[in-house]
């Protein structure tokens, strides 16, 4: 070919005609279809781009996160591996329930149209998909399987109901796990977020806290740093020791977990929560109507403001004095605001020479304030700021002169002896709050009998699904939609066969996505949740791409269910995800974008205009996947030239 009849052929280079032709060539061929055959020789590389929720077509976000697995898993295909890279849509939740009800239709209409709306996108996107491995978490095969689980769960006790005080979102009216509460708002709507006590369904994920811990070892230099940090802090492990306070008029003591327990000849009083039934319990009877009269204010605040440094303390006398258990002094007994039920018992020692919120309240409400840790620094009592730090013990009786580490062990051993206390571990992390007082979700299969209580629904009976409820009321109102279709809730108990009803939550959403790459291993496997030959062969996931905002909700579920699964024999890894590559975000001259700012980018007009080589080049080489990218920055058009210098010189070649 002569220089002249190259350049012809260069000029004629055209994105859309190059797309067109090839992408109906690979809808022929399915050339990204993973090898079933065991035998295949080839090695294996599992990626996984955490899937899209379809709450509307792909949008620039969108483009760089499965712009970067897409290149990955070409990669690895030009390799000579055998490659799994499926797709799937994460099909429950709000998004699509609300939706429905502002535009009067189906939350299944809503989300089956768009899912086949980003599935046009996704093929004219070019993405390498084995498009045989398609899943939607909200089809009954699919959902059949969370139920199952749930069952497993329940059976070794993992799964559990309970009377809790929950995050209560007044606009979406459903309860909100702690992760999913942001600065005090719900993540979905931005309400602010109220506490209310509810009955509602738990996963003990508490009791892995420590191997979800010990395991992110096997973790490092994988995940990005930052992704453990995050995760550790949550799970927020500390160790210490329970005392025990016997309090005036209380048969029983009551304990409390410290991490200072050297700090105990300190304690000048002593806090419970004002929401907590314990409050009500060590209340003096003549001081109950003022305690009510408190909670009914404290109830009005976010936990984030509970416990802001910033905010005046506030608090009732319940009348009554605990006993510090090292010095026998007799303490005074507060109600106060910025003390949580849900920590520990719901009850500390305060000790405000040494913590600044026990000395701001005891300042406020003139407690007093000694100090028993000697740091060298002025007196609280005087300055107002207490002194945290490390030093040598003070007013301590036979701990005094030693240091902290040395003065917890004495002060430990002493309450063991004396059998007041004993050495414990406590966490941040709460147990997993999986009920939802909506309808869009996978319904929890327990029939509850007056005569039997609560009944499993039998293997053989699942999946319930969900009534259709077309053209009915779907607006939350406090309690599911669910409640409301008798049809389906009264059913016969499947244990006695009387009349009984079935429980009308659904499950979170993260329930969904905690296994769903491992039904990507065999999505039409009908014995259980996954063939657990298959997921030998193709698990753990080598390589997992996907945003940090998923750090502590679904990365560590997925974690926890492997755990579990493993223990019940069904997985032989303890860990989902090999690596871990997270992707920045994709905002516009500075801000992220938004219909409200009018910043938005369309990704179809981006892709007529340019190309989707163009703009999937763009977004790789723009900057390291975790950097977020300005696209007013960016310039497709000089990858369109690239390509036709690409072009040109294949053009020479052939």
Not at 110 to 138: G, H, K, M, P, V
Not at 219 to 242: F, H, K, T, Y
Not at 286 to 312: F, G, H, N
Request: glycine letters at 8%; hydrophobic letters at 40%.
């Amino acid at each position: 070919m002569t220089a002249a009849e190259s350049a012809e052929l260069a000029q004629r280079y055209d994105p859309r005609d190059v797309q067109e032709k090839w992408q109906a060539r690979w809808t022929e061929l399915d050339p990204f279809r993973a090898s079933e055959d065991p035998e295949d020789p080839r090695e294996r590389f599992y990626l996984v781009d955490m899937f899209p929720y379809p709450s509307g077509d792909l949008h620039m976000g969108h483009a760089e996160a499965y712009a970067i697995g897409d290149a990955l898993a070409r990669y690895h295909f030009l390799r000579g591996r055998n490659v799994l890279h499926p797709i799937g849509w994460d099909a429950f939740g709000l998004p699509a329930e609300n939706a429905a009800i502002r535009n009067n239709t189906h939350p299944a209409d809503w989300t089956y149209a768009n899912i086949e709306t980003q599935a046009a996108s996704f093929r004219r996107y070019a993405t390498s998909f084995d498009w045989s491995r398609r899943l939607q978490t909200c089809d009954p095969t699919y959902y059949r399987w969370n139920q199952w689980l749930f069952l497993r769960f329940y059976e070794r006790g993992l799964a559990y109901r309970r009377d809790g005080y929950v995050n209560w979102c007044p606009v979406d009216q459903t309860v909100l796990a702690n992760e999913q509460v942001i600065a005090g708002k719900c993540e979905r709507c931005g309400a602010d977020v109220v506490r209310r006590m509810l009955n509602q369904w738990y996963f003990k994920i508490t009791e892995y806290a420590d191997r979800l811990l010990a395991d992110a070892e096997q973790l490092e230099g994988c995940w990005p740093d930052r992704v453990l940090l995050m995760q550790r802090n949550w799970i927020g492990r500390s160790e210490g020791a329970e005392v025990q306070f016997a309090v005036e008029g209380r048969d029983e003591p009551v304990t409390v977990f410290t991490t200072r327990p050297d700090t105990l000849y300190g304690a000048t009083f002593f806090v419970v929560a004002a929401d907590s039934p314990l409050a009500e319990q060590l209340c003096a009877p003549d001081r109950l109507p003022e305690l009510r009269t408190y909670v009914a204010q404290v109830r009005k605040l976010t936990d984030i403001e509970r416990q802001s440094t910033d905010r005046e303390k506030t608090g009732v006398f319940l009348g009554r004095h605990a006993i510090n258990p090292v010095n026998g002094e007799r303490i005074p007994v507060w109600a106060a605001d910025y003390v949580l039920p849900d920590y520990g018992t719901g009850a500390i020692m305060a000790v405000p020479a040494h913590d600044q919120r026990d000395l701001d309240f005891a300042r406020t409400y003139g407690l007093d304030v000694r100090v028993v840790v000697d740091t060298g620094q002025p007196d609280p009592a005087q300055t107002g700021i207490a002194t945290a730090g490390n030093g040598t013990l003070v007013n301590s009786g036979p701990v005094n002169g030693l240091a902290k580490a040395e003065a917890i062990a004495t002060i430990t051993a002493i309450l063991a002896e004396k059998d007041l206390g004993h050495g414990a571990v406590n966490y941040r992390l709460r147990d997993w709050l999986v009920s939802r007082q909506r309808f869009w979700g996978t319904p929890i299969p327990i029939v509850h009998c007056p005569a039997c209580g609560e009944v499993p629904v039998p293997d053989d009976q699942l999946p319930v699904v969900l009534p259709d409820l077309r053209g009915q009321d779907l607006v939350p109102r406090g309690v599911s939609p669910l409640a409301a279709a008798e049809d389906w809730v009264n059913v016969p108990c499947p244990a006695c066969g009387g009349a009984a009803k079935r429980d009308t939550d659904t499950m979170d959403t993260f329930m969904d996505s905690s296994w769903y790459f491992l039904r990507y291993c065999s999505v039409d496997y009908a014995e259980g949740p996954f063939d657990p030959a298959e997921v030998r062969r193709w698990a753990p996931v080598d390589m997992y791409v996907g945003g940090v905002e998923h750090a502590i909700l679904h990365l560590l579920y997925s974690r926890f269910f492997v755990k579990v699964l493993y223990d019940m024999a069904l997985l032989d890894f303890t860990e989902p995800f090999t690596r871990l590559i997270n992707q920045g975000q994709v905002i516009n001259h500075g801000k992220a974008m938004s219909k409200s700012l009018g910043n938005g980018v369309d990704l179809g007009q981006q892709i007529g205009r340019f190309g989707v080589d163009a703009i999937r080049l763009t977004m790789i080489f723009a900057s390291p996947p975790e950097d977020d990218i300005d696209w007013a920055d960016m310039h497709p058009e000089a990858m369109v030239k690239f390509l036709g210098r690409v072009w040109r010189i294949a053009a020479d070649v052939a």
